[in-house]
């Protein structure tokens, strides 16, 4: 198979990571060369399209997995305008690792990939990596780059080539056109990452920030959830909530009607057996006692290779099973009593795990679990990040 054959299965995959890169993607030809290291984005002057310029023995040592996220990565960059925002910022190694940053967290957390199974991942930049201290996550490159430079670790490197200036003046108008779109469409889905203007977190600084507690993320979560369901029973399909309990029986087209309407909603905890996650049972078990019953029904179990109900006596949980571990077993357990909202604390050493209803799903990661199979199970976190 050639480079170019194989550029181009690579690109007619890429929309498992996202339709937005999907189109940019088609727009543009691959270019082998042995000047760029590692790969950049370029203006192609002899096909008037966008040029995904790669070192070919960067290319050829590169994974198809690896590659997709190099191009995703090399996109993010122009949509997010990052030539334009960095212009005039003088430590150009802080720069790349501070807009690598930014772009590197985003393609994990919103995008779905898997940074362990990148080649080399250690070696480009993470926040758990570059940093000496803790730094919580931030919106926009400029607010890393606005950390005191005595935060930053050395050695880190960027997956892709900033030397190589991408000048949109070239593009003919289509393309113009294609990029406008989708910025707009990455304007509306990550309002956070900032404006062409750019925006500078000045006042940031990292020793006043303390970890938060996953016990605040839980109850965000919750409350989220509420404030979702009650934009939703507002609609002219639905019933008010406020007429539940005075005319339950009033007809509507919804049929979340039901769901909108009862009185609670359903929260299920899920906590690993393994020895690796011993040591968060107990607060875990705390944090979904903590929820405010008048609102949720709370469902505790411990899980292995089944599901176990954790039992509350005196204010002491008794947590129990253990041997092996399996996520099918949550999988039936939720199917079965239906819960609104599901939090999982695991090492992640099981089968791979793809609920039908993903959104639904929290996944607390131990400080050494791996990710590879919750890639496609919900949202994920490491408690690392919490204190």
Wanted: proline share 2%; aromatic share 12%.
């Amino acid at each position: 198979m050639t480079r170019e054959e194989r550029h181009r299965k690579i690109v007619e995959k890429i929309v498992d990571f996202g339709e937005i890169f999907e189109t940019f993607a088609l727009n543009g030809r691959p270019i082998f060369s042995d000047i760029v290291p590692t790969a950049c984005v370029c203006f192609n002057t002899e096909g008037n399209c966008i040029g995904f310029v790669w070192g070919k023995d960067f290319f050829d040592s590169c994974s198809d997995y690896t590659a997709h996220f190099i191009l995703c990565h090399e996109m993010l960059h122009i949509f997010l305008k990052h030539g334009v925002r960095g212009h005039g910022l003088e430590n150009k190694w802080k720069l790349n690792v501070a807009m690598d940053l930014s772009i590197n967290h985003l393609l994990i957390d919103e995008f779905g990939f898997i940074r362990g199974e990148l080649d080399n991942w250690e070696t480009l930049c993470w926040r758990d990596k570059v940093f000496n201290k803790f730094v919580p996550a931030l919106s926009t490159f400029e607010g890393y780059y606005a950390i005191d430079d005595s935060f930053f670790n050395k050695g880190f490197k960027s997956i892709d080539d900033h030397n190589f200036q991408f000048n949109e003046d070239d593009l003919d108008d289509e393309t113009k056109k294609v990029l406008d779109r989708l910025r707009k469409k990455m304007a509306r889905d990550f309002p956070s990452q900032g404006d062409e203007a750019g925006y500078i977190e000045s006042e940031f600084t990292v020793e006043k920030i303390k970890k938060p507690k996953f016990e605040t993320l839980v109850k965000k979560i919750t409350a989220s959830a509420i404030e979702k369901k009650k934009k939703l029973s507002s609609s002219w399909t639905t019933l008010d909530r406020r007429l539940c309990e005075v005319a339950p029986d009033i007809p509507t087209t919804n049929k979340n009607h039901e769901r909108i309407c009862r009185a609670k909603w359903k929260c299920a905890f899920f906590i690993d057996n393994s020895a690796s996650c011993e040591d968060y049972a107990e607060r875990f078990c705390r944090v979904a006692g903590s929820l405010n019953l008048k609102i949720f029904d709370v469902d505790v179990f411990s899980f292995d290779t089944g599901v176990h109900k954790v039992e509350v006596n005196d204010g002491k949980y008794r947590v129990t099973g253990g041997g092996g571990t399996c996520f099918n077993c949550i999988g039936k357990k939720v199917d079965e009593i239906n819960p609104d909202l599901v939090f999982v604390v695991t090492d992640g050493e099981a089968n791979t795990f793809a609920p039908v209803n993903k959104k639904k799903y929290f996944w607390f990661l131990t400080e050494n679990g791996t990710e590879v199979s919750i890639r496609n199970a919900g949202k994920r976190f490491r408690l690392s990040q919490f204190e």
